[in-house]
T-cell receptor, first 115, second 116 residues
Framework: EAGVAQSPRYKIIEKRQSVAFWCNPI?????LYWYQQILGQGPKLLIQ????????DSQLPKDRFSAERLKGVDSTLKIQPAKLEDSAVYLC?????????????FGPGTRLTVT | DAKTTQPPSMDCAEGRAANLPCNHS???????VYWYRQIHSQGPQYIIH???NNETNEMASLIITEDRKSSTLILPHATLRDTAVYYC?????????????????FGQGTILTVHP
């Protein structure tokens, strides 16, 4: 089966610019997650969706970050405007369902560099 | 979710067993122990999980102490490709409800280096 797809793989922008990341989860997976991983740290959950509804966005900096999953499949994560501290790898993951202890499958990530 | 404590780094010789410890002394009865690993420049990869019984799959074995306050991930015959950061995570599962449901909280993990 195809894995979680993410694009772009790399992005370099200047501070105050905007950027968007795209994720296509594994077919049939109801739950989708976005994580931020700063160099040397473990991934930190930003937001999780169940189908097209938000389950948890408590760690999403909502003044600059937004995410959507309009049709319950693909998702986009946007940063506007970007800050230097947003430099990180943004990981998308999906799982069959939120209700049970299903494993999460991760994509390769998008490495963002803000200069 | 309960917090975990892992050693920051470990070494292992190729072909030998790698035993990665994890302390989770505040784990609750409805929390599972999960292990993920992250190879350089890749996303994390699920390895194994368990509640109270020992578990084994094609990748590894998970040994959970009887009091559930600690666990050990065992890679029986480590190879150079097993060099990675290994994360031990406790996670609420089942129909517990709440926003922590299904959430993975990653710590710093253990950097395992397998050498020839």
């Amino acid at each position: 089966e195809a894995g979680v797809a993410q694009s772009p793989r790399y992005k370099i922008i200047e501070k105050r610019q905007s950027v968007a990341f795209w994720c296509n989860p594994i077919s049939g997976h109801a739950t989708l997650y976005w994580y931020q991983q700063i160099l040397g740290q473990g991934p930190k959950l930003l937001i999780q969706f169940q189908n097209n509804g938000v389950v948890d966005d408590s760690q999403l900096p909502k003044d600059r970050f937004s995410a959507e999953r309009l049709k319950g499949v693909d998702s986009t994560l946007k940063i506007q405007p970007a800050k230097l501290e947003d430099s990180a790898v943004y990981l998308c993951a999906s799982s069959l369902d939120l209700m049970f202890s299903y494993e999460q499958y991760f994509g390769p990530g998008t490495r963002l560099t803000v200069t | 979710d309960a917090k975990t404590t892992q050693p920051p780094s470990m070494d292992c010789a190729e072909g030998r067993a790698a035993n990665l410890p994890c302390n989770h002394s505040t784990i609750s009865g409805n929390e599972y122990v999960y292990w993920y690993r992250q190879i350089h420049s890749q996303g994390p990869q699920y390895i194994i999980h368990g509640l109270k019984n020992n578990e084994t799959n094609e990748m590894a074995s998970l040994i959970i102490t009887e009091d559930r306050k600690s666990s050990t991930l065992i890679l029986p015959h480590a190879t150079l490709r097993d060099t990675a950061v290994y994360y031990c995570i406790v996670r609420v599962a089942g129909n517990a409800g709440g926003t922590s449901y299904g959430k993975l909280t990653f710590g710093q993990g253990t950097i395992l280096t397998v050498h020839p």
